[in-house]
């Protein structure tokens, strides 16, 4: 099984992002898929969960402002970042998940300039 995430870069605030994380391995559609993020000296949290059936839960802090997708088709699980702001700079990583089998991909570096 393979994640491999990617989209990260250098953006100012009140800038946007669209991390995708492709997957390989795995019947993608029958797992959970999610996106973490782990910011220097902090604990990581949940970002964006997408189910199988596409229901969608967001952290408090990025409500409103990601977006999290999924394509089937494609085997990715994408997050929109829109306004952008420096305390969402972090290693975002993605992760899918089925009962008690989860799979990380390796992250990548989203960093928010002020």
């Known amino acids: 099984v393979q994640l491999q995430a990617s989209g990260g870069g250098l953006v100012q605030g009140g800038g946007s992002l669209r991390l995708s994380c492709a997957t390989s391995?795995?019947?993608?559609?029958?797992?959970?898929m999610n996106w973490y993020r782990q910011a220097p000296e902090k604990q990581r949290e949940l970002v964006a969960v997408?189910?199988?059936?596409?229901?969608?839960n967001y952290g408090d802090s990025v409500k409103g402002r990601f977006t999290i997708s999924r394509d089937n088709a494609k085997n990715t699980v994408y997050l929109q970042m829109n306004s952008l702001k420096p305390e969402d700079t972090a290693i975002y990583y993605c992760?899918?998940?089925?009962?008690?089998?989860?799979?990380w991909g390796q992250g990548t570096q989203v960093t928010v300039s002020s």
């Open positions: 992760k899918a998940s089925r009962g008690k089998n989860e799979y």
């Open positions: 391995g795995l019947i993608f559609r029958d797992y959970t």
């Open positions: 997408i189910s199988r059936a596409g229901i969608t």
